[in-house]
């Protein structure tokens, strides 16, 4: 999960200039996605968490970390990728609920980028035939299960941490 977990924090660091949405509203009159999604966060934020998986494939191949997912270029992309198109989505819908930048919405804040990266790794794996990547990676329930519950548990604990870096540094207006 280390490029799912890392998109987010980079594309907020990187980010501005042209929003994602170039400034339109949906039929609702609300804008699509808002100010806070531009190109410069979103592709930067894929970059760097490329660059950190990337850094995991070879950590893992040469440290012989066996404790990590044994990640490929296709997982990694996914979960860089996927991450901040679940944000997106997620920014979607608030957008479409009339909730303004920044406003909380608890679950969905912190499991947005979790659900992105694992869906579209799933496609991703699916569409390229590689779906025993799940197989070779979580050979028992039990690990399986164990990975799950840390992903629940890891997931709100850095969304609150990073997001409190980000308003300490003058990033984000309000520290959730």
């Avoid at 660091?13 to 609702?28: E, I, M, R, S, W």
């Avoid at 969304?159 to 540094?169: D, E, M, Q, S, V």
Wanted: net charge positive; hydrophobic share 50%; glycine share 12%.
């Amino acid at each position: 999960m280390i490029p799912a977990y890392i998109p987010n924090p980079a594309a907020a660091l990187l980010g501005g200039g042209t929003p994602v949405d170039f400034g339109k509203c949906a039929k609702d009159g609300r804008r699509i996605l808002g100010d806070g999604k531009t190109w410069r966060g979103l592709i930067g934020g894929i970059v760097v968490g490329i660059i950190f998986g990337l850094m995991q494939i070879f950590l893992y191949n040469y440290f012989n970390l066996e404790f990590l997912p044994k990640q490929t270029i296709i997982t990694v992309c996914a979960l860089a990728t996927g991450a901040l198109l679940g944000d997106m989505v997620k920014s979607y819908f608030k957008r479409r609920l009339g909730k303004d930048r920044g406003a909380k919405w608890p679950i969905a804040d912190m499991y947005d980028m979790v659900v992105g990266s694992l869906v579209l790794m799933t496609l991703a794996l699916l569409v390229t035939g590689n779906l025993n990547w799940f197989t070779e990676n979580f050979d028992s329930v039990g690990f399986l299960i164990a990975t799950i519950i840390a992903i629940l548990i890891l997931s709100p604990l850095l969304h609150r941490g990073t997001n409190i870096i980000g308003y300490l540094l003058g990033l984000k207006d309000v520290p959730w």
